[in-house]
């Protein structure tokens, strides 16, 4: 299994560096409130996109690099779960964490856009957010509401989601490596 610092070396150069942030640290704490592996969980969130600058102009086989280059340092499941976060790779999501990271991914997205245009963050204005994003990427939405088949509602979903970005793990990283 990679470490942690490993893992934030590789990421942290890349395009999709406070994304891959978001998404590790709302990972982690939808994997302890559904009592999942919260490291394998994290490790996912920070490392789905890790072959972003390198697939721009070729989507098809974005996630699929990321995969061969974390072959022997994440578990099957683990790198099974990265090829499935993006539909056009034809892996389809099985697993709670193939689905959670779907969800993630989008919410992760919309929950950075709303924190630079609110004071404060809340379930409800994120759920006027998804709507209006809605109107122009559907999908969004509807990756969002996947959290429905990892047993969770869109309000539960959504608050620890944003609570996440409140937590000491998210912040020390923030501040350490951006
Ligand atoms: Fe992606
Ligand atoms: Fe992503």
Redo the contacts with the bound molecule.
């Keep these: 299994m990679i470490s942690r610092s490993e893992a934030i070396e590789l990421v942290k150069n890349t395009s999709?560096f406070s994304?891959?942030l978001i998404?590790s640290v709302m990972m982690r704490m939808i994997a302890e409130r559904l009592g999942e592996n919260s490291l394998e969980w994290e490790f996912v969130g920070l490392l789905?996109?890790l072959d972003?600058d390198q697939t721009r102009n070729s989507i098809n086989k974005h996630s699929i690099i990321t995969s061969e280059v974390l072959k022997s340092k994440l578990p099957e499941h683990c790198l099974y779960a990265i090829k499935a976060?993006?539909h056009r790779t034809g892996f389809k999501p099985k697993s709670k964490l193939d689905k959670a990271l779907i969800a993630i991914?989008s919410v992760?997205?919309i929950i950075e856009y709303a924190k630079r245009q609110l004071r404060e963050l809340d379930v409800e204005a994120v759920k006027v957010q998804i709507e209006v994003v809605a109107l122009e990427r559907p999908w969004h939405k509807t990756n969002i509401l996947r959290c429905r088949e990892i047993g969770l509602n869109l309000e539960e979903f959504l608050r620890i989601c944003i609570d996440s970005l409140e937590t000491d793990r998210y912040q020390d990283n923030t501040c350490a490596n951006l």
């Design positions: 999709k994304h891959a998404a789905h996109d972003i976060h993006d991914d992760a997205i």
